[in-house]
């Protein structure tokens, strides 16, 4: 079984009864998929079933289609959601910014170095700042300013954008902009944002001036799902650093952005690979 | 200048004018006091200067009162409050708990080993559950039940206790009960509270339950002066943990338990070793 | 499925072929074993397969003996070594000390409030000083001296309690004697050390010295599988903590017990809990 | 004192007297310079001095003549070596890279953003593939392949560079060849070289593959000065990770790449802001 080539990945999710691992693996066995991982997981509050699976098929009659016919009746017993990621699927991301580049330029280098397996197609702003990053890259740069008046009008061509690119992922990479509703509606569940705190904590503006007023030890970064509830979405990932007296917010803002790129990066790295699936609020994540 | 003698420590604070470090260095010198290390550090928002100095007297002269009448008329020209603490010093403490003994038994196993140069001279807790601990350790331990009718009443007792032990140091070792205001500004100062959360996220009761209702994916504990303002006063440690969606929130109380003792350890060995300075509703360390 | 009881645990090894996966996941539902949790990998270099199972029996028929009856010659088609682990089983557990009383400590503590599912039934040492802190514990201490001629001798002694208190795993926390080659034989698979450094950096006497000569800015701890090999079983867990250059030698050795403590208990844990599969001189761990 | 200006730094070293301190702070208090923060250790084991202090001089007479003037006899009875570094000196720098350009790309974005306080002049490579990247930040890239034929040759053309430049500092960011002794010297003590691993473990070459080998649980990687012994020179910073078993040689080298570049990134900034100095084969960093 040595291979260096990319499994297929297979997550499912449906309510917690029994049979749930074996509908699913009866039947990777039965189709001949050569099985290389395997995270399960049920949550008793919620009450529901999380799988996640990498497999190598080694049958020659492998396919999509064949798969979700055959396997497609079975899942449905359970109620089952499912998904199936190929090998060499790079999800086609946007990415929106203002000014703070850390978190792009990060992304881009890891885009650009296949440390990401993604497709980065577009990079919308609200500034004219960091086109020339994208230019560089090779990636095409929207500057659409919003204010107060232009809102809804410019995010209506947010959302023609991501259309246009065919865009499964966006990021949200230190975009700073509150979204309408219907922005974050539209985004629900297919965007990615980094809140610079530990989540709850430091809500809204000026995270950092917060955490400095209160002289805490330590700052940290958020990466959360986009939902109605701004900076309320289910968390991805969080990262912290330690910091000293010695600190003042200018210094904190300076000081905190690794940690932002780093918990963006690895929340964007979980969502691609498949890893993370909802459960209400929460988020169940299977580690890499 | 090889010595493993512990070094006397000299700590002091004033506003910060041209001269604070110069006042107290030439001093040191013409007393022949050999410095083995300074911090000092200048806050530009509070406009006030921290100085901490371990020495070593190389004069036959040289005794707490002779520094006291040389060096204290300088001091008081730059309005410098000063500290002097002896090599051997071993504050008295007063640790106060309820039915949890992780703190306490970690805070007696430092104690008892000599890792916290402390002297635990009295155990002060409203339950009876954690006396065989104290007895071990041959320390006394006042079981003092606390009901809504018999706090004050009961209180008084504590603090009586707190004064006939000549306490120089409480510590609230998870001790689960809120203290009246009086109370509070009776330890205010001199007194360490661990909360098993990273401050100011998740304030008062059943801190885990709520990060586990946010989903986060770390958790944390603060250990922080106690003063009139519950769960606000001046932070002295943080520690966190990471923690997966697999956790329940009686596991995040179970998992959490490790980081709240060696938070509130570092706060006690950095309260004992004076390294915290207070600065306003924030504090200075200086690390070890 | 709301239970906060403990699963029944099931693991198993095997070389990877198409199938292992099924083997087990069809026979647990089959035999209505509701299944929480799971974890499986296959290493592509040692081309085997490992797999942790967590479930909750649903039939009234279930039973270690029926599950060994039907299970079992499915297993052996795939050559597959297999253990069912009760949920209330708890290994008995032998430590083995010498003056150090850290890892004791903190292995009785978590016993005691049973943050490790086990039973401390004997404790062994070539030292006779914390036979106070075993007795607190109410738990049997033997105080074997070692010296050059003794060492086989007193060791067959070890060896004898061993047997006599029905161990399952020898915890070696901080025991200071280099173990005889035959010794090393018998422990081999059944006991875990801590070393105190970062193998297979400083491996040998005094590694705090060694790493302080170094000037390195972290130092750590390695708990490990006891085989022929002095030093070079198989690692369970590390664990590191920074320093500086204000620390010396002495300072590294009282710092560094913090880590060893803890290295020692995660090993300790994950062992208990079936976490850990040997794979060559490497191991496999499924987090909890 | 309310001021975001950035300080001057002084920074100096002798054996360990009495005096030594104050000879600093009162010079500096005559001559009016107001002492933002000082840190200063004496290692006892070595028997030395070492002094950092943040200064904003407030006299119109203060000029860095006047400094050495006034202040370079008082020293020289100390027999202590000292330097003056002005707020906004940028040091001029010289990178060398091979093909990995993980650590160039950070280095270069921490000194376009002002996080590093750097001036990087030339970028020096055995290899052509990063020219692109240097294009974009219009720095000269020198293309210098080496064979075993003409590494002197070529060494000796590096040293040219790094002389035509003014080069204070220079960085081997992942620069894959091993230095001839010669250049080992002529590099000694201003050259900061970044290993994949946590040093003295796993010297050498592929040193993933070493610690994959080991089935270590953690990663690392150490910046260190470049002298005469290969791997040996004295560490400035180390950083680490944890790993998986589920992780192979390649997945290392990948994961490795963040704590690398952190790693680094550190060592440069600590050197950049003059908080390193020499102590023997060891290092005092007076921390951030």
Redesign the interface.
Known sequence: ????TLPWIFTASCP?V?????VV??Y??EA?N????????????S?LFF?RIEFFP?SDDFSEESFSTTFGPRAAEFGMGWELTEPNHRPKVAIMVSKY??CL?DLL?RFR?N?LNIDVTVIISNHPDLEPLAK?HDIPYYHLPISAETKLEQEAKVIELIEQYDTELVVLARYMQVLSPSMCQYLDGRAINIHHS?????KGARPYHQAW??????V?ATAHYVNNDLDEG?????G?QTV???L?P?DLI?KG??VER?TLFNAVKCHVEKRVFL?G?????F??
């Open positions: 079984m040595k291979s260096k917690s029994i049979g749930t691992v074996d693996t009866r990777m066995a001949e050569y099985i290389d991982e395997i995270h399960s997981f049920d949550d008793r509050e009450g799988i080694q580049d850390h330029n280098y170095t440390q560089w530990l989540l709850p904590g430091f007023e209160k002289g805490v030890k330590m940290g289910p968390i991805i990932s969080q912290i000293s007296h010695a003042y200018e300076a952005q690794d780093v459960n609020k929460r988020t169940v994540i580690g890499g």
